[in-house]
């Protein structure tokens, strides 16, 4: 079953049906205006997706998660989704949109115990993603079911009720003891793994160990942690050496990506991003 795809519009300021994603999409994944400087929205439909449920979360700032006014997605539907008539999403003349898009299970969630925080998950037809929402406890050892069928490669931590920086943690060796926030531009930083830990150490195929940070653990946090696996023909996560040629290196990934993410560890930089078949 197809689980990534991508969508593209232009702002009319009339509801409008995007079509040719070909799923029912439960993450958009930096819905955004491309070329009037919008804020990269995260929504899915584990938080609340359409209508007046609608919440979102932006990846390049660390503010709380908010409601989606205007009831900018209106529904999703098998190939598609509408978009309401309201500015932020629709804005005529000359506004061109973009949403990545990734299926999960339909909003379907499940209560998961693995761990001794209990979460909400809610996991793709793969196995290889999830969407995992919990309260944090504000002190190391807290551990939190991801609902994955493997061990997670990359997780990405968020709070929903008050401000506080991304974390993105990762197994790749550059960063295994490190951790980066996808809303600053800074490199990699030392300092969350306490004693002999890593994240290789942190995750299983059933867990993750939380740290006491409080971007992912902080008490009475909300959060909301997004599990990525290495997946065969669909997710993959590299890390490689620039050469500053043209004819840069060549990463051998598990399949042919339609969205590559980027990021410098050893310098500040940005976060740049590059889409297959982008209109």
Not at 65 to 71: A, L, S
Not at 124 to 133: N, Y
Not at 272 to 277: A, I, Q, R, T
Request: charged letters at 15%; proline letters at 3%; hydrophobic letters at 30%.
């Amino acid at each position: 079953k197809k689980l990534f795809g991508l969508g593209f519009w232009t702002g009319s300021g009339n509801q409008q049906t995007i079509t040719g994603v070909g799923f029912q999409t439960d993450l958009f994944w930096n819905i955004r205006d491309r070329y009037y400087g919008q804020n990269n929205y995260w929504v899915d439909s584990s938080r609340g997706l359409t209508g007046s449920n609608s919440v979102f979360i932006e990846t390049n700032t660390d503010d709380a998660e908010e409601d989606f006014p205007q009831d900018n997605i209106v529904s999703v539907n098998s190939d598609g989704f509408v978009i309401s008539n309201g500015t932020w999403l629709n804005s005529p003349g000359g506004h061109r949109f973009m949403a990545i898009c990734s299926r999960y299970a339909g909003g379907t969630t499940a209560s998961n115990s693995n761990g001794n925080v209990t979460t909400t998950t809610q996991v793709d037809h793969s196995g290889c993603a999830s969407i995992v929402t919990y309260t944090g406890t504000g002190s190391a050892g807290a551990t939190i079911g991801h609902g994955l069928s493997k061990k997670p490669a990359l997780v990405l931590f968020k709070r929903r009720n008050g401000t506080k920086h991304w974390m993105l943690v990762t197994d790749i060796p550059q960063l295994n003891e490190k951790y980066l926030n996808p809303n600053r531009t800074m490199d990699a930083e030392a300092g969350l793994y306490q004693g002999s830990r890593s994240f290789s150490n942190n995750a299983t195929s059933t867990t993750f160990y939380l740290e006491g940070a409080t971007e992912m653990n902080g008490s009475d946090y909300t959060i909301v942690a997004y599990f990525f696996a290495r997946c065969d023909g669909y997710i993959d996560v590299k890390e490689y050496e620039g050469t500053g040629t043209t004819d840069g290196p060549y990463i051998a990934l598990n399949h042919t990506p339609a969205y590559v993410w980027i990021k410098r560890l050893d310098a500040d930089a940005s976060w740049p991003y590059f889409l297959k078949n982008q209109k």
